[in-house]
């Protein structure tokens, strides 16, 4: 998913084609706005922790580009390709280290890393849910 961050700057198209050149299909593509309850059910596993609200604020705060890649070994592939979740610890080459702003944090102390990628394969069905039913 492209996140609201990556959206406003114009970059899903960008970071698409990255996903492409690696050789992984984007099957389906929505941009969308989350509801709270769309959000709520992407970060159910962040519950509770400190961030979760200024995390619910920013992923609802503009649209974002949900897809549904496809390939061999996806989830890995596409974790990669994203980088570190903090855009100062990202390699080179990847999405979050080449593409990152000036100010990662923003004012609710939450990191703008522009992508979210599914980290499982039970975490990537409950989320698609969240967008292609
Ligand atoms: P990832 O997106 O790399 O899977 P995550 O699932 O641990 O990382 O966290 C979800 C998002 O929450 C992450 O992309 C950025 C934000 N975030 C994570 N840890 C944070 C922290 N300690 N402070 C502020 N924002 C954080
Ligand atoms: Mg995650």
Avoid: W
């Avoid at 619910?56 to 989830?75: H, N, R, Y």
């Avoid at 599914?118 to 039913?133: G, N, V």
């Amino acid at each position: 998913m492209i996140k609201p961050d990556g959206v406003a700057r114009g970059l899903a198209e960008t970071i698409l084609k990255r996903v492409s050149g690696a050789g992984l299909a984007v099957a389906e593509k929505k941009q969308l706005v989350l509801t709270p309850a769309q959000a709520a059910e992407l970060y159910r596993p962040h519950l509770g922790k400190k961030f979760y609200p200024g995390l619910i604020k920013f992923i609802t705060s503009g649209p974002v580009v949900a897809c549904l890649v496809s390939g061999e070994g996806a989830i890995a592939a596409l974790r990669r390709l994203m980088g570190d979740t903090d855009p100062l610890a990202a390699e080179r080459g990847t999405v979050r280290g080449d593409l990152k702003e000036a100010a990662v944090i923003n004012e609710d102390g939450i990191i703008k890393n522009l992508v979210h990628g599914s980290d499982s394969p039970e975490a990537a069905d409950r989320e698609l849910a969240i967008f292609f039913k």
